[in-house]
């Protein structure tokens, strides 16, 4: 049973470029969710999506950024026009359902370089 | 809102016995999660407690007391691979999204 798959690993973009960052949930699960974290610093919340809905973009910065999760495929954050304090690791996490314990997943990661 | 505190770092040797402190504030309470950390890696899931007492899971233990809005994780037999970030967790007042505490970054010294 393979775990929550993230693509790319490692991801450099120059400024004003675009980022796609993929995540395949664990066989079975129907709840991702996206985390930022800087160095040094602690998991923040992005999005949290369910197929074809977001439930919670709360912690989603209001521009440049976009989250889906289609019926069909992974789920996808995108960040258009990146900036240097986009730089992070971007970690995303799946539970079969809500209120599941507060037992999430998580995947490897995609660390973003903006140059 | 939700806000969780702990300490930043601790430090302790092989062996030894350490316990990193979580108080939160949450407006609903669906339990308290800790996860661990290694550098460059995932976190991964260590323990949950919904009600009041102590798990326990190997080396690790997690206690909860929901009167004083407070948990611990407790490492035992401390060995050089524990050395990790460590952060406690609750679900926000709809219990959905996981909010993280800041993390507390343990260094096990030989």
């Known amino acids: 049973n393979a775990g929550v798959m993230q693509n790319p690993r490692h991801l450099v973009r120059r400024r004003g470029q675009e980022a796609r960052l993929r995540c395949s949930p664990m066989?079975?699960?129907?709840?991702v969710y996206w985390y930022r974290q800087l160095p040094e610093e602690g998991l923040k919340f992005m999005v949290y999506?369910?197929?074809?809905?977001?439930?919670?973009e709360s912690g989603m910065p209001k521009e440049r950024f976009s989250a889906e999760f289609p019926k069909e495929g992974p789920s996808i954050l995108r960040i258009q026009q990146v900036v240097r304090g986009d730089s992070a690791a971007y970690f995303c996490?799946?539970?079969?359902?809500?209120?599941?314990?507060?037992?999430?997943?998580f995947g490897e990661g995609s660390w973003l370089t903006v140059v | 809102g939700q806000s969780l505190e702990q300490p930043s770092e601790v430090t302790a040797v092989e062996g030894a016995i350490v316990q990193i402190n979580c108080t939160y504030q949450?407006?609903?309470?669906?339990?308290l999660s800790w996860y661990q950390q290694h550098d460059g890696g995932a976190p991964t899931f260590l323990s949950y407690n919904a009600l009041d007492g102590l798990e326990e899971t190997g080396r690790f233990s997690s206690f909860l007391s929901r009167s004083d809005s407070y948990g611990y994780l407790l490492l035992q037999e401390l060995q050089m691979k524990d050395s990790a970030s460590y952060f406690c967790a609750v679900r926000d007042n709809q219990g959905g999204k996981l909010i993280f505490g800041q993390g507390t970054e343990l260094s096990v010294k030989p």
């Open positions: 996490a799946s539970s079969p359902s809500a209120g599941a314990g507060n037992t999430i997943y």
């Open positions: 949450t407006s609903g309470f669906y339990g």
């Open positions: 999506l369910q197929k074809e809905n977001i439930i919670d």
């Open positions: 066989k079975g699960h129907s709840h």
